[in-house]
């Protein structure tokens, strides 16, 4: 019982998500539209279901009004009505991806599809993906529509310099301790013989399919790739499409029906078979298979770290020199082994808001000390080792300009784009059609929502 409440607490957050902004048949209370932002309609229940999704987070909502998380969902539509209006394009392939990811994961957590559906109060399974699907294709316009909106947003050190001077004294912001780490990164090696196993399965498959086989089958058995083997290798693309450039130049290069030869990129090595072409659009299939590390190769890259990390506190050579010449890690390499934090992109970490996996593992080492080798995994699920070290700790402090210019210049720049979203909505609620309905045409809204 403990473990199923606990699968029901990790799928919670989903829950909003997989609830539609429609009622469904059979059900007998009358869900009455509160909101109308262009083409979306916002009922009754979905500001319900805000609050579900709130507490599902551990967030507070007792102070939250149903006005004000009516105003959130008003913000929401509006930037997926303004997306679909700019023409932002948010392929199936895109939805059809994250809606397997949670799918899996839903799947994963209740048994089975069976228990998700039922979990979820629908009829079928198809009528949970096309529910699925449509919300997830419109937070996808959301966040796209977002991003279009800030993208274009930046700031220099003179900004940054008179926003610093604007916060009075006693009003400055406090850091939180932080540390810089880098890191050694040994991969095992992956062997030619591993490398031609795969190539010539993948020119069987190729041979199998051009005989009469189905490409389909062939990569719901054999594929690699998560993302598409259900759909049996299934991607619509153009040239836009984040995918690695290795994969691009070769689907591009090929005419309709035709088969590529096998080819290697950071996943492993793929086959492409081109079903379609429609103007700049590509619908294709393709089949990954990633060579396997041998345990000679891994228990061989296990040694060489280890010995990196012996001539280092030998004093033979210092931890950046060793990250410059030995590492694998080519995005720390040059850096001395460097770590850049995704979240602010300078070399520091704070504390309270480092990734738990890393925390764990530099919290209690000491100034220069060198962790034991460690494994890890890349994007890819490739295993590797590596061993830490922290170059510098900075304790808690008030912010200074010539001391924390990065931080500051996140923070200017975070107000900037709040700005920048600001009058962008108040100039697209002037020219987009707007209804409130009922009491809630009392509210106090942030934004004119009522165009008074």
């Known amino acids: 019982m403990k473990i199923l409440k606990m699968r029901i607490k990790i799928i919670a957050s989903l829950l909003f998500l997989v609830t539609t902004a429609f009622a469904q048949g059979g059900k007998t209370k009358v869900d009455g539209v509160v909101g109308v932002v262009g083409d979306y309609v916002i009922l009754d229940s979905d500001i319900d279901k805000s609050y579900i999704e709130l507490k599902s987070q551990g967030a507070q909502t007792k102070d939250i009004s149903r006005c004000q998380m009516l105003g959130k969902l008003l913000e929401d539509k509006l930037y997926a009505h303004q997306a679909i209006q700019d023409s932002i394009v948010v392929t199936d392939t895109e939805v059809n991806q994250k809606l397997e990811e949670q799918v899996s994961y839903m799947v994963e957590q209740l048994g089975s599809m069976d228990k998700v559906i039922q979990y979820f109060k629908k009829s079928n399974e198809q009528d949970f993906?096309?529910?699925?699907?449509?919300?997830?294709?419109?937070?996808?316009?959301?966040?796209?529509?977002?991003?279009?909106i800030v993208d274009d947003v930046t700031i220099t050190p003179e900004e940054v310099r008179d926003f610093y001077k604007k916060i009075p004294k006693e009003e400055l912001p406090v850091f939180?301790?932080?540390?810089?780490?880098?890191?050694?990164?040994v991969k095992p090696e992956i062997t030619k013989e591993s490398k031609q196993a795969v190539i010539d399965q993948l020119k069987a498959i190729k041979k199998e399919v051009q005989e009469g086989g189905s490409f389909f089958s062939k990569a719901v058995l054999y594929s690699e790739d998560p993302g598409s083997r259900p759909t049996g290798g299934y991607y619509k693309m153009n040239r836009k499409t984040q995918f690695v450039k290795e994969f691009k130049d070769v689907a591009f290069s090929l005419q309709e029906g035709e088969i590529s030869e096998p080819f290697e990129t950071e996943f492993g090595f793929h086959i492409i078979y081109v079903e379609k072409v429609k103007g700049q659009d590509l619908e294709l299939r393709h089949i990954l298979i990633s060579p396997k590390v041998t345990d000679e190769a891994l228990k061989a890259a296990k040694t060489k770290i280890e010995l990196i990390r012996k001539r280092i506190l030998d004093n033979e050579i210092s931890f950046a020199e060793a990250a410059r010449t030995m590492s694998d890690e080519k995005e720390t390499r040059n850096d001395g082994g460097v770590l850049t934090n995704p979240k602010t992109q300078d070399s520091r970490f704070e504390l309270t808001k480092m990734d738990p996996s890393l925390y764990g593992i530099v919290a209690n080492l000491k100034d220069k000390e060198i962790s034991l080798p460690i494994t890890d995994e890349d994007r890819t699920g490739k295993k590797f080792y590596k061993i830490l070290t922290v170059n510098n700790?900075?304790?808690?402090?008030?912010?200074?300009?010539?001391?924390?210019?990065?931080?500051?210049?996140?923070?200017?720049?975070?107000?900037?784009?709040?700005?920048?979203?600001a009058k962008w909505s108040q100039e697209k609620i002037r020219e987009t059609h707007i209804k409130i309905n009922g009491e809630y045409r009392d509210c106090e809204f942030t934004n004119n929502w009522l165009k008074k």
């Open 129 to 148: 993906r096309a529910e699925l699907f449509d919300i997830i294709k419109e937070n996808k316009l959301t966040s796209q529509m977002q991003k279009k």
């Open 176 to 185: 939180g301790a932080e540390m810089e780490v880098a890191q050694i990164v």
């Open 393 to 421: 700790r900075y304790d808690e402090h008030t912010a200074d300009y010539s001391k924390d210019y990065g931080r500051l210049k996140e923070l200017a720049l975070k107000e900037k784009q709040i700005k920048a979203i």
